[in-house]
């Protein structure tokens, strides 16, 4: 509970009617996209940058922790206020400040939802190719915060790629810009990039300037069924050593192909053991030699079906076998550990067997799909909750999954974070003078350790 | 000068033959491409990334400033042992560990030169993209260090887009990896990045692992002379307008074009005011239709000339101009700044204009051109240092030059970085909670200030 002089002042910075303290709207921001729940003290929901400043100014000065959250749909609980405290909402920042045609740049507020960007960006003939599968309702900032990817940054690379530049409220109440409106610029440590990927605990990010691209002419999907899981990546590194570059290159494994097909009957050959979904993108011409090309290159990797978008409406459907899996997946049990692993995109049929192997030593079902064009794996460990001892059994398979990919050359996790989810792993990955010089940076720039405490690695304030 | 004892210390460490102390050694590695000079007080060569630990670790004890130096072509003094110190050179780290074409990395040691990694790769069908104008001599580890740019960025990136992953050691001595071999990965903050670009000052590099691309199948040289350089400055929004990106957009200004003329007579045409050298690259047929089209755009604007090369040989000549732009310079003055400031790609006519008012006022020859394509140009600041005066009055004009860049919301520079030579400017461009952050994170990975100190900004310890 937070006194009632801070929510007095609370409410002088933002509003009263923009402070709430009662149990239904504490509810609404405990939670996001994983199965975890705190309740805050207190929500906020501040209308500009000097209000989120003031805030913090208050936070430091009565040690009281500060979560910023935008849609609350991530994956590793980045967002919940574990211990209590404020929940900061930027979503009232929702504007698209500007799309400059000319310079191939935009800027926006944290609040802004993906989906809707790339609309309005795409309505003037540009492009912003990052795609989380959270578009639909993530926001921008949250995306920043994240480093979210999707399936084209194969093709295009992440979030970050696209950051030129970054207003942002430091942990302290100062108010900073970070890079700017040229892609090139070399004056001072790069913050753009730190911040990118942060989750939130280095600073809030009010605004963000990014980077377009000319939005490509045209695209062409084609899925691809294999006789084995070695004929797909097979398949990825010859279509990548043959010097094209999919937009995306969508895997699914044995496990998830026969999830979708029990439940909705898609009429995949039975002999089937991967699927590929290709898509290809720029010029018109281009991407029709690319696709006759790729279809040559697959053939003899145990190809056992192609089928090639005719139209927009035809690579639709090629896509709804990606899109069922999730609906599908609740069959095999109904609770799910959502992780993605990252391997060099050779060793993807090593990592594969290696799950199975510890599925079956566990005796829980695993199912795998994602990006096989940089070796982003989603790895979905299958529970029931109500099955006493599934869930530590779960956990400890994740370990192992986790450690797998490590032994790989890869990492934990791609795209969704560490937030809460991941930290008891993180000794995993993040060691010794490695983690300390990240705290040492979280220190630094918070002192109090006031933002977003307790995420992705222990910090002592 | 060191005591004998710790002289008898890094002779241990690296060997007696590894280390220098007399004069002509330390002049050697007192200077780079500025024209500064500070001598060390030793310069050591350490053969490995234990060796360069147990120096930091010494210098920490004994409170030595450390000065990490690859090939010294710096252009802002950032290898500069200003201060005294131990120059510590890592150019006999300069093996290419590997090469993996089917995942599209390699790793290697920093002392690699640019151009020779470059033609590795592209021996294998590969492509390292970042071609600073020192490649042939510049070292990876330096072009990390400065986040290294060049012509073709404006297609594919600065150096930062193509490191994954590195081996450093920090200012402490303790030895860290970071990032990896998958281009995707969230797990920490991402040091890789913040470590680009901070100019040695955060850490030594001892390994980097590069992502490559394919190597473009061709590519097409044009050379555009138009009437203005607002015509020149439209041709290339027009094109990036039109959802080409061309491989590079070389720009180079009247005064440019006049030294080069008057030097080499190479047929410019009188009433050119402004020149673009364009290249495209990728898919044989696509160019074709690219240069095409670009040509086609570019006519309306002012277009006096325009040569298009029909081979390797006629793009070489193309070039030519570009080339002797250097050797022209040394006409006009004998000494020159020579700064790299960047503007929004559509600010470049209006950032000229400013520059050609600066000239005026100063009454000193300044010299433009560069990357257009992403709004870095090259200002050359023309003087003769026996001037009384001169040298004063340059200064003067270079920091008008950089607030002109910075009122149209550019940077004082997009490749060179800070270093020394900067540092009187600094404050233009880095002010308050943003400079404070960044003093902030050199303090917690270098509580004693030991690496590269006095560095881009300062930082007591």
Redesign the interface.
Known sequence: MLESRILDQLKTIVGSENVATERQDLLCYGYDATQMEFLPDAVVHPGSVDEISQILNLANAENIHVFPRGAGSGFTGGALPKGGGIVLVVTRLNRILRI??????AEVEPGVVTEQFQMEVEKL?LFYPPDPASLKFSTLGGNVA??A?GPR?VKY??T??FVMGLEVV?P?G?????G????????????T??L???EGT?GIITKIIFKL???P?AKKTMLTIFDSIDGAARAV?TI??????PTTLEFMDHATLQCVEKRFNLGIPEIGRAVLIIEVDG?R??IE?QAARIQELVRPLGLVECKVAKDAAESEALWKVRRLVSPSLRDVNPDKFNEDI?????KVPDVIRRIEKIQQRYDIPIVNFG?AG???IHVNVMIDKTVPGMEEKAHQAIGEVFQAALDL??????????GLA?QPY?HL??K???????Q??????DPKNILNPGK??PVKS
Not at 100 to 105: Q, S
Not at 174 to 178: K, L, V
Not at 440 to 445: P, R
């Open positions: 400059d045609t000319e310079n191939l740049i003939g994240e480093n990817g940054c690379g992440v970050r790629d430091l302290t100062d108010i900073i810009r970070t700017g409106e040229t892609y090139k610029g070399v004056v001072g440590y790069d913050l990039r730190l990118c990927g942060s280095l691209l000319p939005l002419e590194s990548i050593g043959n010097k094209i570059i010029d011409e281009l030699t990252v391997v060099p995109r050779s990006h940089d070796g982003n050359n890869g990492t934990m996790s791609g795209e969704h974070g560490v991941k993180i990955e993040l010794g003078a490695q983690l300390a010089a990240m040492a940076i979280k220190k630094a720039l992705m690695f």
